[in-house]
């Protein structure tokens, strides 16, 4: 049979898909796919009111999910997801993004249609050049993890601090503060901010247990460590950390992150993942191991 394109139905296809990305998961270096976390965070985040779910296009054979172009935050970036095998679908993807996405790009200050594509994938970058993409040199999505089979260092904090899990206290307020002010924004939060934690830990794999916080010592939270656990394949992915540019330098982010590693580590997990490059987390013992680089297309 071939995989039949459709448009993707969200109360019938979100669990389908987020089953898609656990099948098609395989250990190693370098991933072609999205993680399954990746895709619950998206749905779970107030931006996704910006995202126009009717523009999914999903791969379908035998009732099974092999392949789903889609965006991630508004039109002007899409990103393909394909089953082994399944290179063939690659091209009328190509055709659905040039019709359906693009629109300006803040980072670049031009419209264009951004495609993230993984730095092996050969295959798609051949197609993407036939269409008109291009990739742009500066622009990138690192990848890295954390091996998880050997000990994970202790991290005192500075006298003061403490470090706790949401199950201890869950303050959607001193979160919203922290994640607002840890992510570099300034002024009042945003009304469609203001309702993230609710959205976030509506998440079925949300566990408040293994999302962790350094509490400061006048109460408010100076850091935040989020992590989702997918037992089924036996990695975690961390999503989002922040800390407030008031505390930084101060371990406490580390602190964060190595204790939410100990808890999933503790529930069989063997490998963490963070869509990320960043100098704090190879310098926590994070290693690099591949990048999705951005492909564009001019519209202006």
């Known amino acids: 049979m071939t995989a039949i394109a459709r448009p993707y139905d969200g109360d019938r ?23 399954q ?55 009328e993807m190509l055709v659905h993004a040039d019709k359906h996405f693009g629109g300006p790009s803040i980072m670049l200050g031009r419209r264009i249609i951004g495609l993230f594509i993984s730095e092996y994938d050969t295959e798609l970058e051949q197609l993407a050049t036939s269409f008109g993409y291009e990739r742009h040199a500066e622009y990138h999505n690192g990848y890295s993890s954390y091996d ?50 609710p959205i976030a830990q509506s998440a079925p794999n949300f566990r408040p247990e293994h999302t962790i916080v350094a509490v400061a010592p006048d109460d408010s939270y100076a850091s935040y460590a989020g992590i ?5 394949n036996g990695f975690a992915y961390i999503e989002p950390v922040a800390t407030d540019p008031d505390y930084r330098k101060l371990g406490l982010a580390r602190g964060c992150v190595f204790e939410s590693l100990r808890r999933v580590q503790a529930a069989g997990t063997g490998v963490a993942w963070v869509g990320s490059d960043h100098p704090f987390y190879l310098a926590i013992g994070f290693r690099r191991m591949f990048q999705r680089n951005v492909w564009i297309k001019w519209l202006d």
């Open 13 to 35: 296809d979100y669990e389908a898909v987020s089953r898609f990305f656990i099948d098609v998961y395989r250990p190693g270096d370098r991933l072609l796919n999205w993680m």
């Open 37 to 91: 976390p990746r895709w619950e965070y998206m749905h779970h985040h107030p931006y996704i009111e910006r995202v126009p779910l009717d523009l999914i296009l999903v791969f379908e054979n035998g009732g099974r999910i092999v392949g789903l172009a889609h965006p991630e935050d508004g039109t002007t970036f899409v990103h393909f997801q394909r089953a082994p095998g399944y290179d063939y679908i690659l091209p």
């Open 148 to 197: 998880l089979t050997r000990p994970i260092p202790e991290t005192p904090v500075p006298p003061g601090f403490r470090i706790q899990s949401l199950a201890d206290e869950n303050d959607n307020r001193k979160i919203n503060m922290c994640m607002w002010r840890g992510f570099d924004h300034e002024g009042d939060i945003p009304d469609e901010d203001l309702n993230r934690p």
């Open 228 to 232: 989702w656990h997918v037992p089924e």
